[in-house]
T-cell receptor
Framework: GAVVSQHPSWVICKSGTSVKIECRSL??????MFWYRQFPKQSLMLMAT?????????EQGVEKDKFLINHASLTLSTLTVTSAHPEDSSFYIC?????????????FGPGTRLTVL | RKEVEQDPGPFNVPEGATVAFNCTYS??????FFWYRQDCRKEPKLLMS???SGNEDGRFTAQLNRASQYISLLIRDSKLSDSATYLC???????????FGSGTRLQVQP
């Protein structure tokens, strides 16, 4: 089946630093990828939709200047958390649209756990 | 009101029990429906899609009632390995983004 990888799987950083998270589709091309965030004991919340070759679409309440998304190729999207603060500590998960299931199946990466000290 | 609502549980059941989870969604434009399973500190994994006619996959049966905007999941003969959080998920086919419920925690006990 389709595989999506994320790197790093976990990261600890100091407040004020920037962190880049990579999401790769390993055996398929993904024109659309999604970035989600999950706080402890809460549901996954969509942050933004990443479209290859164009600007990302951000959900209401998500700061586009803080969460920079780049989808420069059909297999890679990156999320950069700029000037991270402790409240940005969360589980960040990407997903990519694959061709299985009628073209609507989403494949999730294993997630990146970010801890900001 | 949340777009997708689930009873958070936890549901504590013995091995072999039958357990049912329910979910309601508010967006009538939702076109696709799924149940995902999420283990602690892991990404969600697709359990099954949900169709209006109802569908079954082994011990798992999913039902959709579009008129009531209600989705269910039935697990028969529960196994210890079924212990996880079950996420009700809907998708607006136009956007293709997923909206997740907060999940129902299941703990199957020996």
């Amino acid at each position: 089946g389709a595989v999506v990888s994320q790197h790093p799987s976990w990261v600890i950083c100091k407040s004020g630093t920037s962190v880049k998270i990579e999401c790769r589709s390993l055996d398929f091309q993904a024109t659309t990828m999604f970035w989600y965030r999950q706080f402890p004991k809460q549901s996954l919340m969509l942050m933004a939709t990443s479209n290859e070759g164009s600007k990302a679409t951000y959900e209401q309440g998500v700061e586009k200047d803080k969460f920079l998304i780049n989808h420069a190729s059909l297999t890679l999207s990156t999320l950069t958390v700029t000037s991270a603060h402790p409240e940005d500590s969360s589980f960040y998960i990407c997903s990519a649209i694959g061709t299985g299931g009628g073209g609507i199946t989403q494949y999730f990466g294993p997630g990146t756990r970010l801890t900001v000290l | 009101r949340k777009e997708v609502e689930q009873d958070p549980g936890p549901f504590n059941v013995p091995e072999g029990a039958t357990v049912a989870f329910n979910c309601t969604y508010s967006n009538s434009a939702s076109q696709s429906f799924f149940w995902y399973r999420q283990d602690c500190r892991k990404e969600p994994k697709l359990l099954m899609s949900v169709y209006s006619s109802g569908n079954e996959d082994g011990r798992f049966t999913a039902q959709l009632n579009r008129a009531s905007q209600y989705i269910s999941l039935l697990i028969r003969d529960s196994k210890l390995s079924d212990s996880a959080t079950y996420l009700c998920v809907v998708m607006d086919t136009g956007r293709r983004a997923l909206t997740f419920g907060s999940g129902t925690r299941l703990q199957v006990q020996p």
